[in-house]
């Protein structure tokens, strides 16, 4: 069932969860609530401004989103309704029951459909409070991202976590977790479903790794979320305090929700920020460490002709510790432009040309992907957010340049990841406590 985004407005505290009203298709009614350890019942009661009221009864979990879940299709419900609503959980043999909370249905349009001058926040999180898992998708992979990455992303409280009003996503040491040890990293293996109980991502044995011959286990474990919220033309904003330590590679960055367009990068990504955090590089002549952020579309017809180069752009801070501080990092998109700014200062600008992107590169002999699209896309569906830290890698970030640590593997090497960590009294003394987790003070996503 394809949801109208019609997104109510709210705050309510219960045990640390935060449940969800919105509306589906013209009037039908949908009550979500984060999932949390013992729930094994939900009732929910929601009265109108005629003092009406239904009482809902959420027996099962909704094993996909982590959350109980009810659509009313007779409930009636429109835009400016004001309605009030409490929930009570049976979790862990007790009864617990909120007070009564005043929600307000407010309208927010879908791409295509008429759009107001208003702007609607679709999404918004202060991190105030445990971490909603109903809003987000938790990476649980030890793929390497796309880019031969040392991390597996985990669910671990010690790489994602809440604290101070923070959202905290902090790399470790694997040999840290009680799983594993020296020698399993060098002769064991990393099962993925059996340690955190899912897999989101199986490539290149994502879920269930085997050192072999001379290559390890990951030897970092990370953190990585993406909004369950998606918008099309807007503006993103994320205040954010990138990490500093040798070979980390933090990022604030969008995918489409449905590549509509097929494959990346045929159907786009949108990197509001990207960093190393090494003090220092030298990389083609250029310091492109902690000084450095960067800001990149992607979009081509496949990866080999991926045309990022000409919708790049970077932004350079003459400071001891760079970027290593508290920033505003923002995306304004319209059918005309995408803008990404740093602090409302611009880091890069693409005003879409008229007749396409594919003439944009252009591409010869080549077929069109989006042929069928209005001029700017890929870039006119809806986007999800993505918040992570990755470490290291061989796909090219980390290029064989001169760094304040030396890099100790070949981006072709047969054993990347035990280079890396047999260098670890290199890099390690570069990582400090909390200054190598990315800190997150709030998400916000504003529909256009």
């Not at 990293?185 to 990393?190: A, E, F, Q, R, V």
């Not at 002709?305 to 510790?321: A, R």
Request: hydrophobic share 35%; glycine share 8%; net charge negative.
């Amino acid at each position: 069932m394809r949801l109208i985004a019609l997104v109510v407005l709210l705050s309510f505290s219960i045990a640390n969860a935060s449940p969800v009203v919105s509306l589906v298709g013209k009037s039908a009614l949908k009550l979500s609530i984060p999932d949390e350890s013992g729930i094994s019942i939900v009732v929910v009661t929601v009265r109108n401004q005629n003092n009406e009221s239904r009482q809902y009864t959420i027996e099962e979990k909704n094993e996909e989103t982590d959350s109980w879940e009810l659509v009313d299709t007779e409930a009636n419900a429109y835009p400016g309704d004001v309605v009030e609503y409490k929930v009570a959980k049976a979790q862990s043999g007790l009864l617990t029951e909120s007070t009564w909370t005043t929600a307000v249905l407010l309208k927010h349009f879908e791409p295509g459909q008429f759009r107001s001058l208003r702007q609607t926040v679709v999404f918004r999180d202060d991190f105030n409070g445990h971490l909603n898992k109903g809003h987000y998708t938790t990476d649980v992979s030890a793929w390497g991202g796309g880019n031969g990455e040392f991390q597996v992303y985990t669910p671990e409280a010690a790489n994602l976590y809440t604290a101070n009003g923070y959202l905290y996503l902090k790399p470790t040491l694997t040999v840290d977790h009680h799983a594993f040890n020296e020698g399993s990293l060098y002769n064991g293996n990393m099962d993925v479903r059996a340690l955190w109980h899912t897999c989101t991502n199986g490539v290149n044995n994502g879920c269930h790794k085997t050192s072999y011959g001379q290559e390890i286990l990951p030897p970092i474990m990370s953190g990585k979320v993406t909004t369950h919220a998606a918008i099309t033309y807007g503006r993103v904003n994320v205040r954010a305090r990138i990490p500093k330590g040798a070979f980390l590679w933090p990022a604030i960055w969008m995918l489409p929700r449905d590549n509509h367009y097929g494959g990346w990068p045929r159907s786009g990504e949108i990197d509001l920020m990207e960093s190393k955090g090494n003090a220092w590089t030298n990389e083609w002549g250029n310091d492109h460490g902690i000084r450095s952020i960067a800001s990149t579309l992607h979009w081509g017809p496949d990866a080999g002709h991926n045309c990022f180069q000409k919708t790049h752009g970077e932004k350079y801070l003459n400071q001891p510790d760079g970027w290593h501080g508290w920033h505003t990092y923002s995306l304004d998109w319209t059918k005309d432009h995408l803008r990404i700014l740093v602090d409302d200062q611009e880091i890069f600008r693409l005003n879409t040309p008229w007749n396409g992107m594919y003439n944009y590169c252009p591409y010869h002999n080549i077929e069109d992907p989006w042929r069928n699209g209005p001029h700017n896309a890929p870039f006119d569906q809806p986007f999800h957010l993505i918040l992570n830290v990755a470490v290291g890698g061989t796909g090219g970030f980390f290029s064989d340049g001169q760094y304040d640590v030396p890099k100790s593997w070949r981006n072709d090497s047969p054993h990347p990841m035990r280079d890396f960590w047999e260098h670890r009294g290199e890099w390690l003394k570069t990582w400090h406590g909390d200054d190598v987790a990315m800190l997150i003070d709030y998400v916000e996503m504003i529909q256009y």
